[in-house]
């Protein structure tokens, strides 16, 4: 069974850090394309960052620039979100998804009908 499965999530205090972890089963994560994305309440779904298959090359949502990393380790086959000085305005539930077809990384985030697996999302609250 294909499958991505989040973990980290939390309750944290605003300033405060978690890492997101993706782990992917029953396929290897080498060759797509891996992109965390979140809906906050009432909100659209939108990117916050994605990782090319090939080069490694990355994308973040202006948002997050700065204080979230994206980084695959393709001998776990995961893919991780490191997430720092976090805002209360980051609250969300958090979903990784894999995209096999090969965009530009400009469109890498932008892309979502695109994307072949989605894990079920892990909730991110920052709050006092």
């Known amino acids: 069974q294909l499958q991505l499965v989040e973990s980290g999530g939390g309750l944290v205090q605003p300033g405060g850090s978690l890492r997101l972890s993706c782990a992917a089963s029953?396929?290897?994560?080498?060759?797509?394309?891996i992109g965390w994305f979140r809906q906050a309440p009432g909100k659209e779904r939108e990117g916050v960052s994605c990782?090319?298959?090939?080069?490694?090359?990355?994308y973040y949502a202006d948002s997050v620039k700065g204080r979230f990393t994206i980084s695959r380790d393709n001998a776990k086959n995961t893919v991780y979100l490191q997430m720092n000085s976090l805002k209360p305005e980051d609250t969300a539930v958090y979903y990784c998804?894999?995209?096999?077809?090969?965009?530009?990384?400009?469109?890498?985030?932008?892309?979502?009908?695109?994307?072949?697996?989605w894990g079920q999302g892990t909730q991110v609250t920052v709050s006092s």
């Open positions: 029953g396929f290897t994560l080498d060759y797509y394309v």
């Open positions: 998804a894999a995209l096999r077809w090969v965009p530009t990384v400009q469109e890498m985030c932008v892309v979502m009908f695109r994307y072949d697996y």
């Open positions: 990782i090319s298959s090939s080069d490694g090359s990355t």
